[in-house]
């Protein structure tokens, strides 16, 4: 809706105020413009201004599953308990009655396509097939303006690694985010599947099977106001290699964890320890630097709980928790199991702690 509105006399004038909510994706934007060539009369006058509020939303529909509550299901209903007709279209679905998986990450490099292959020191379960497709999959965008919000299509993909099934979801590391589970699958060399689909997807892009496909990787730290941010899992390529992006202005981007130059660079980023040593159970970590913000931000953050790792002594790579800074080079912690000592390992690495959800879409997930 546009609003002209010209006006030739004295006094307070406003033309127009709004509000708007969008719970969906896609865009959101207000365009004002004001001429005026000042106005004021008085000493109590404002003469011309204009009041711009733009902030993130923080409204999240909660409830309990009502229908659909199964395994595979595209379709659930809720008993809402608060926020109803905030759902919004494309949103992640959160289910806070599973628990987290915790892990450490033990280096990040470059993945396939626009993923970040991001290492972790305890197993996990390896997608049961990938590869990549070989056209462009477009859903029809009519369909996504109601539910299932979807547009079953058949595509092709060049295998490149195991056997797809109809039982798994597959995800894709291009534009768009998407998980699905396919309706058919055939061929061998070249598959073929039939799905529903929720985004475009481009040629050449690389679609995982099972898996760490669909789990999500959460930074506590940066929770705001209980908005939750977190990097995608797309698919682990090994029993201990993710492969994780970060989508952002529609696009998967590469290097999300660490360079990404976001909230991921800074939360998941290593820093290094010069020094360790230890009598009982209480860790001191001296020479703290990292090749970027990580030492400062790390101590302004003043979390409680670091990861520890690479360190020569081995009962040092675990939690360290109760993390008290001396300085933004210096830090105190304990680790309850270290015996009496004293210990010492002159490098290691450093990280916040993280958790990867324990089944597809984030579930429950909290950094200590």
């Not at 009369?41 to 509550?69: N, P, Q, R, Y």
């Not at 159970?281 to 931000?297: D, I």
Request: with cysteine; aromatic share 10%; net charge neutral.
């Amino acid at each position: 809706m546009a609003v002209n509105y010209n006006s030739n006399g004295a006094g307070i004038r406003e033309a127009m105020g709004s509000s708007l909510n969008h719970y969906g994706i896609g865009d959101t934007a207000d365009y004002w413009y004001i001429n005026s060539h000042g106005g004021t009369k008085a000493a109590s006058d404002e003469g011309t201004e204009f009041a711009d509020v733009v902030s993130e939303d923080t409204t999240l529909i909660t409830g309990t599953c009502s229908t659909g509550c199964t395994t595979g299901s595209t379709q659930i209903k809720l008993t809402v308990t608060s926020g109803a007709g905030t759902q919004g279209v494309g949103r992640i679905l959160i289910d806070t009655t599973t628990g987290a998986i915790s892990n450490t990450i033990v280096s990040m490099a470059a993945g396939l396509g626009a993923a970040e292959a991001v290492t972790v020191g305890t197993p996990i379960t390896q997608s049961n097939a990938w590869g990549q497709l070989t056209a462009n999959v477009r859903p029809s965008w009519g369909n996504l303006a109601s539910p299932p919000f979807s547009t079953t299509q058949t595509f092709s993909m060049n295998n490149i690694k195991g056997t797809y099934d109809t039982t798994h979801p597959i995800c894709f590391s291009d534009q768009f985010n998407d998980n699905t589970i396919p309706a058919s699958v055939t061929g061998s060399g070249t598959i073929t599947i039939t799905a529903p689909i929720y985004r475009p997807h481009a040629s050449g892009s690389y679609v995982y099977q099972g898996g760490m496909c669909g789990y999500w990787i959460e930074v506590a730290a940066k929770t705001s106001r209980s908005n939750r941010y977190v990097a995608t899992v797309v698919g682990s390529t090994s029993t201990t290699t993710l492969q994780v992006v970060f989508f952002q202005f529609g696009a998967a981007k590469s290097g999300p964890l660490n360079g990404g130059g976001k909230w991921t660079n800074q939360a998941f980023a290593i820093g290094n320890i010069g020094n360790l040593s230890s009598i009982g159970t209480t860790v001191y970590a001296s020479g703290v630097t990292s090749g970027t913000f990580v030492r400062q931000y790390l101590h302004s953050l003043n979390k409680s709980t670091f990861i520890i790792s690479k360190a020569s002594y081995s009962p040092f790579n675990t939690a360290c928790t109760g993390a008290t800074w001396l300085s933004s080079s210096e830090f105190t912690c304990t680790i309850s199991d270290l015996t009496a000592g004293p210990h010492s390992s002159t490098t290691a690495n450093f990280q916040l702690g993280y958790v990867v959800s324990s089944k597809p879409n984030p579930l429950n997930v909290n950094i200590a």
